[in-house]
């Protein structure tokens, strides 16, 4: 009986919209050269903020992914 692997990495996405469009961000670009994503958790939360308004939303985020050895 064999089970699976899974890999977790961690990514930024940002977006000048909103915390779940930077998440979407960083899901679809990550989808595009990994397989079998799983699970994305947010990890942390920012804002950059200029001139007292904010700029860009940031979103940190571990996803995983199924591992395959080829």
């Known amino acids: 009986m064999s089970g699976s692997v899974y890999k977790i990495i961690e990514l930024v996405g940002t977006s000048e919209v909103s915390w779940e469009e930077a998440t ?5 670009t990550a989808n595009k050269s ?3 994503l799983r699970i994305a ?6 804002i950059k903020i200029e001139d007292g ?18």
């Open 41 to 46: 958790e947010v990890k942390k939360l920012d």
């Open 24 to 28: 979407k961000n960083a899901i679809e």
């Open 53 to 70: 308004r904010p700029i860009l939303y940031r979103v940190r985020v571990s996803l995983s992914f199924k591992y395959h050895s080829e």
């Open 34 to 36: 990994l397989k079998d």
